[in-house]
Structures are given as structure tokens and as C-alpha cells.
């Protein structure tokens, strides 16, 4: 039989990084119903963005670094990037933190490592830190920056306007995972939030079709104590 003609590769070329055998073990949670809808949404091929809108206790943080370790783990991406903005949470402001970019840096990639402490053994965490699988940055260093084959974690969105979103937005590329995850009832910034009309904006079955999903979770979703359901429907209600 004549030799089949091999059909030339006009795919464009995407530079990233080598993927790596990791092996990580990584632990499971009692999650609810919405919290397993939301894993399966993640884990689509289909799904690119997702804009994940909720109160405080519904473990947002967590679900997303548990999907990350297992793209991570399953090479289907090279690095983990947590970005968080660097408003501070509170009307007393603790200034400029002293050190190396680094230590800077370092109080606010906290959230991501007390998640990575819950879902991993120690060693494992070590394993991916020291070989630089994990980073994280503020949205300030940002520009000129472009990510390919890498799961993004911006978590607390609530505090970036337009510009930092639009920033986070055009820096994404082929075979990314990105996850948005904002608290609309905790924005820091005075009325100046674009997550909610970003989160508005994307709404919409043609934005699906492209990968981009809002994931919204309620009041009723929050798993961290009752007592915390009951404070954040009654400060909804202020």
C-alpha cells in the first residue's frame, strides 16, 4: 500500500516549560455536592477561565489548589502562579515590609501554602516549592509578563479594579488554567472592585463556549462553621 502523505504541523509554536514527573499525594475532602460540580467544571479539557464568585467559608482557596496540584501532577501544566493584589485588608495600614523582594512578597502567598499544607504530605510540598513548581507574585509585577501551560490562582479579586484584571486577563495563553476568586462582600478598595462587572461581563453561553466560566457559590454554600453562615447572612442583610 502507498505511504499515507504526513500532514505538515501549521499549530503555532508555544514556549513553556518542561513538564516534570512530581507523583504528589494529594489529599482528599469531604467535599459537598456544589463543591464536586465545581471540581468537575475545572477539570473539563474545555475550561480555560473560571470567574468564582463567593462569601468567605466556602473554600474557594482550597478548590482551587487542589485542582492545580492535580494539573500539576497530571502534566497538564508545568507551574502553579498564585497572584493576589497587594491592598492590605484593613483601614490601619502596616506599611512597607523590610527585606528582599521575596520576604516581601512572602505574607502574601500565605493563604496558598496553609492550603498546600492541608492537601499534601510535608514532603511533597518541599518537592514542589524547591523545584520552583509553586510561585507567586503580586499583580504589580505583572506587566510584560505572558503564561503558557501554567495553572494562575488570583485569589481575593474583589480588590483588583479594571486595570489589575485587564492586566491578569492579556497575560493568559495557550493550554492555561486560570482561576479568579473573588468575595464581593470583602473588597478593600472603595467601590473600585471590577470583579463582579468582570464576573458580569463573562456571564454569557459565548463566553462558555470559549472556556470562560462564572462559578457562583452562596451563603448556603459555606462549609467552614454555621456560625459563619448565620454572621454572613445577617451582614449581607446591613
Known amino acids: 500500500m502507498p505511504r499515507s502523505k504526513k500532514r505538515a504541523d501549521n499549530?503555532?509554536?508555544?514556549?513553556?516549560?518542561?513538564?516534570?514527573?512530581?507523583?504528589?499525594?494529594?489529599?482528599?475532602l469531604?467535599?459537598?455536592?456544589?463543591?464536586?460540580?465545581?471540581?468537575?467544571?475545572?477539570?473539563?479539557?474545555?475550561?480555560?477561565?473560571?470567574?468564582?464568585?463567593?462569601?468567605?467559608?466556602?473554600?474557594?482557596?482550597?478548590?482551587a489548589a487542589y485542582c492545580a496540584l492535580h494539573f500539576l501532577n497530571d502534566?497538564?501544566?508545568?507551574?502553579?502562579?498564585?497572584?493576589?493584589?497587594?491592598?492590605?485588608?484593613?483601614?490601619?495600614?502596616?506599611g512597607f515590609l523590610p527585606g528582599l523582594i521575596e520576604e516581601k512578597i512572602s505574607p502574601y502567598l500565605q493563604p496558598l501554602m496553609d492550603k498546600l499544607d492541608e492537601l499534601l504530605y510535608k514532603p511533597d510540598v518541599k518537592k514542589i516549592t524547591d523545584s520552583g513548581r509553586v510561585d507567586g507574585r503580586p499583580i504589580n509585577?505583572?506587566?510584560?509578563?505572558?503564561?503558557a501551560g501554567k495553572c494562575v490562582v488570583l485569589d481575593e479579586a474583589q480588590n483588583c479594579d479594571k486595570k489589575e484584571l485587564t492586566t491578569i486577563m492579556t497575560r493568559i495563553g495557550e493550554f492555561c488554567k486560570v482561576f479568579i476568586l473573588g468575595d464581593p462582600?470583602?473588597?478593600?478598595?472603595?467601590?473600585?472592585?471590577?470583579?463582579?462587572?468582570?464576573?458580569?461581563?463573562?456571564?454569557?453561553?459565548?463566553?462558555q463556549e470559549r472556556g470562560?466560566?462564572?462559578f457562583r457559590f452562596s451563603t448556603e454554600d459555606i462549609v467552614r462553621s454555621e456560625i459563619l453562615k448565620y454572621i454572613v447572612s445577617i451582614i449581607d442583610e446591613i
Open 185 to 207: 462582600m470583602q473588597s478593600d478598595i472603595n467601590g473600585r472592585t471590577a470583579f463582579e462587572p468582570f464576573c458580569e461581563a463573562f456571564d454569557s453561553i459565548e463566553a
Open 75 to 94: 502534566k497538564k501544566v508545568s507551574d502553579i502562579l498564585y497572584l493576589r493584589s497587594v491592598v492590605e485588608s484593613s483601614t490601619s495600614k502596616m
Open 212 to 214: 470562560i466560566h462564572v
Open 11 to 28: 499549530s503555532p509554536y508555544v514556549h513553556q516549560r518542561r513538564k516534570v514527573e512530581l507523583d504528589l499525594k494529594i489529599g482528599e
Open 141 to 147: 509585577y505583572l506587566r510584560g509578563a505572558h503564561w
Open 30 to 63: 469531604p467535599w459537598t455536592p456544589k463543591q464536586m460540580e465545581f471540581i468537575r467544571l475545572a477539570q473539563m479539557k474545555e475550561t480555560k477561565v473560571m470567574f468564582v464568585s463567593g462569601p468567605a467559608g466556602v473554600s474557594k482557596t482550597i478548590l
